[in-house]
């Protein structure tokens, strides 16, 4: 199919719900993307962290094309042994929960809320607090819960039951707590947010209060999790444990994935018939997580993170020293972001037309989220075009 078919049956037939950059993709390796003129692009925002071990990692490839070939699909009424062994690794690696299994980070959140208002049912209590500026999925229910205006106005009447508070305000939040609030979700790094860290202080003074109040506390790790921050889950960077935690993106590998893991004893809450997944823990998915979770331990990503993480930030640190529209460097490993005065999207179109493929949000945040088994060879040479682009524009 050549280029104008392509975009004309978009526009004929693809409900026009993303605002597109002129690029189409046709193969992708590692870091690495391939138009379908042949040209190379170096890929650091590789699906919204989605394919965080890079395009087609081969051992995620492998374990794929093993298991479509003894069983893609099987009901969640049966047991099978990739979903039982994948539960007890994100338990284990975690704070112990038990996993509830779906497709997607808005699904994953989902499944918090719902979970969350179980726990409240007994007392009444059904309302969730969000932080200003946040993000957690395009659901009706998740994207009411999301802290910015543009994303959910335009679908009023909204769900009841969610409130919003001022990131990092601790006084703030004490402000929105009443006797019907049940949980406090938190992005530890707001990703949508424009690459927003959470203070510790605060996020302990959170914890202590969800403690004294019994409301439960509701990490979303969509995007920070496995490896991103230097550790295996955000919160292990902070010490500080949820009652629930989301997650989805590289925990697939590029494989549609969500999982949500809350305490076992809220957990046993969602007894059978009160929530469901019907691709859910999928044969097929579960060997895809089991396959990233292998890659990370036996690649030692995670120390590639710290690694490549302060590699990274330092350059892009000498960057702002040499350009003045450069105003802010933020975020931790390789969750990173340049805060730029004026137009973001500029900036990311020369990007692009250069070879290099990032993101901006907030008008102004450009997000910098190379895959975490990055090499310094591949930083080196997004922070080249970054630097060529950026003298376009300054």
Request: aromatic share 8%; hydrophobic share 40%.
């Amino acid at each position: 199919m050549d280029k104008e078919k392509v975009i004309r049956n978009y526009n004929e037939y693809v409900v026009p719900s993303y605002k597109k950059q002129n690029l189409i993709f046709v193969k992708g390796k590692g870091s690495y993307l391939w138009d379908i003129d042949g040209k190379k692009y170096l890929d650091f925002f590789p699906g919204w962290a989605v394919s965080g071990l890079g395009h087609c990692h081969p051992q995620v490839v492998k374990k794929i094309k093993q298991q479509v070939d003894i069983l893609i699909h099987l009901s969640n009424n049966y047991y099978h042994p990739w979903q039982a062994l994948l539960a007890e690794k994100l338990s284990k690696l975690s704070f112990g929960g038990k996993v509830f299994f779906c497709n997607s980070g808005a699904e994953a959140n989902e499944s918090a809320i719902k979970l969350a208002r179980l726990y409240g049912r007994k007392t009444k209590r059904y309302k969730i607090i969000s932080m200003e500026n946040s993000f957690h999925g395009r659901t009706l229910a998740t994207v009411t819960m999301t802290g910015q205006r543009k994303y959910n106005e335009m679908f009023e009447p909204l769900p009841v039951g969610f409130i919003y508070a001022k990131f990092n305000d601790f006084s703030d939040l004490l402000n929105k707590i009443d006797d019907k609030v049940v949980g406090i979700i938190l992005e530890l790094i707001q990703g949508e947010g424009g690459i927003n860290v959470i203070d510790e202080e605060y996020l302990r003074k959170v914890k202590k209060l969800c403690i004294e109040k019994d409301i439960l506390l509701i990490f979303d790790e969509v995007q920070t999790g496995f490896g991103r921050t230097g550790k295996l889950f955000a919160y292990q960077v902070f010490g500080v444990e949820p009652d629930i935690m989301t997650l989805a993106k590289t925990l697939g590998g590029g494989f549609p994935v969500g999982a949500m893991i809350a305490k076992k004893e809220i957990a046993d809450l969602m007894t059978a018939g009160t929530h469901a997944s019907t691709f859910g823990g999928s044969p097929v998915a579960c060997c895809a997580c089991l396959a990233v979770l292998e890659a990370i331990e036996k690649d030692n990503l995670i120390e590639n993170v710290k690694i490549m993480g302060e590699y990274l930030k330092e350059k892009l640190e000498q960057l702002k020293e040499e350009f003045k529209i450069i105003k802010k460097i933020k975020g931790i490993g390789l969750m990173l972001a340049i805060e730029i005065e004026g137009n973001g999207e500029e900036l990311v179109n020369i990007c692009a037309e250069n070879g290099l493929l990032i993101n901006c949000t907030h008008q102004n945040v450009i997000r910098i989220m190379p895959a975490i088994n990055v090499k310094k060879q591949e930083i080196d040479e997004g922070i080249e075009i970054l630097k060529k682009s950026l003298e376009i524009i300054e």
